[in-house]
């Protein structure tokens, strides 16, 4: 992913999609509730990757269980 900042809050999203030597990403190991993208802009859709640290928080919020 090209664009390197959270939609949501704006700050490093910290995406490793197809770097490292398996390519892969923090959030390939998180679930995301499909009503988190909903938060995003809709000229950011596909384009930016949501942070951890947002994830967690909307979880928090929406007392969301972590687990899959």
């Known amino acids: 992913m090209a664009n390197k900042y959270c939609p949501l809050c704006g700050k490093d999203n910290e995406?490793?999609?197809?770097?490292?030597?398996?390519?892969?990403?923090?959030?390939?190991?998180e679930t995301f509730p499909k009503e988190i993208f909903e938060l995003v802009p809709v000229e950011s859709r596909r384009k930016?990757?949501?942070?951890?640290?947002?994830?967690?928080?909307?979880?928090?919020?929406?007392?969301?269980?972590?687990?899959k």
């Open 15 to 29: 995406c490793r999609t197809g770097a490292g030597e398996h390519g892969h990403c923090w959030c390939d190991l």
């Open 48 to 67: 930016h990757c949501i942070c951890k640290n947002c994830l967690i928080m909307y979880k928090a919020e929406k007392k969301i269980n972590n687990n």
